[in-house]
T-cell receptor, first 113, second 114 residues
Framework: SQQGEEDPQALSIQEGENATMNCSYK?????LQWYRQNSGRGLVHLIL?????REKHSGRLRVTLDTSKKSSSLLITASRAADTASYFC?????????????FGKGTRLSVIA | DAGVIQSPRHEVTEMGQEVTLRCKPI?????LFWYRQTMMRGLELLIY????????DSGMPEDRFSAKMPNASFSTLKIQPSEPRDSAVYFC????????????FGQGTRLTVV
């Protein structure tokens, strides 16, 4: 079953613009992760944010986490054509032992040059 | 390290045939996951192992699916007999410590059952 749900399902922007993707989840978590998938490839880890963190940066990526709303956002600043990919959020389940990651269906981002 | 290695990359088979997908996790990783990705259902967890032991196979769709991990460096996912609805991309991933850390994915096996 899906824990995380990304929004929007698809997003198309011009190169240089910022892209914001959102993720909502259902149960309490220990951490939330974002992954990128290029067409025809496997998923690649981007960033992990723990439940006691509110914001995290990595290069042009900024992730926020609001545990009260059970939501997270991924911001890509100054987007490039190479950022075109699908982006997934993934969560574990709080206090459920070492459970595996559960992924949402992803946001398809198209960056137009 | 070469990362998670899956084989084959592409598999086309006829309905009713047995299909075996293979995975070599990253050395030292104690968790191995098999996922299936389709447009309709997204990325679904099929089964995962911890230290070569299957922990949860509740995501395996039917008895036609089976998975093994005979040692820390090798896992297989078998479908017997295969059906057209099994067509999907199957991913293997490994990690240290399960969901608390980054998972490393293989390139996937695109399975087409005709």
């Amino acid at each position: 079953s899906q824990q995380g749900e990304e929004d929007p399902q698809a997003l198309s922007i011009q190169e240089g613009e910022n892209a914001t993707m959102n993720c909502s989840y259902k149960t309490s978590i220990n951490n939330l992760q974002w992954y990128r998938q290029n067409s025809g490839r496997g998923l690649v880890h981007l960033i992990l944010i723990r439940s006691n963190e509110r914001e995290k940066h990595s290069g042009r990526l900024r992730v926020t986490l609001d545990t009260s709303k059970k939501s997270s956002s991924l911001l890509i600043t100054a987007s490039r054509a190479a950022d075109t990919a699908s982006y997934f959020c993934a969560t574990d389940q709080y206090n459920s032992g070492n459970t595996p990651l559960v992924f949402g269906k992803g946001t398809r981002l198209s960056v137009i040059a | 390290d070469a990362g998670v290695i899956q084989s084959p990359r592409h598999e086309v088979t006829e309905m009713g045939q047995e299909v075996t997908l293979r995975c070599k996790p990253i050395s030292g990783h104690d968790y191995l996951f098999w996922y299936r990705q389709t447009m309709m259902r997204g990325l679904e967890l099929l089964i995962y192992f911890n230290n070569n032991v299957p922990i949860d196979d509740s995501g395996m769709p039917e008895d036609r699916f089976s998975a093994k991990m005979p040692n820390a460096s090798f896992s297989t996912l078998k479908i017997q007999p295969s059906e057209p609805r099994d067509s999907a991309v199957y991913f293997c991933a490994s990690s240290i410590g399960g969901a608390h850390t980054e998972a490393f994915f293989g390139q996937g096996t695109r399975l087409t059952v005709v």
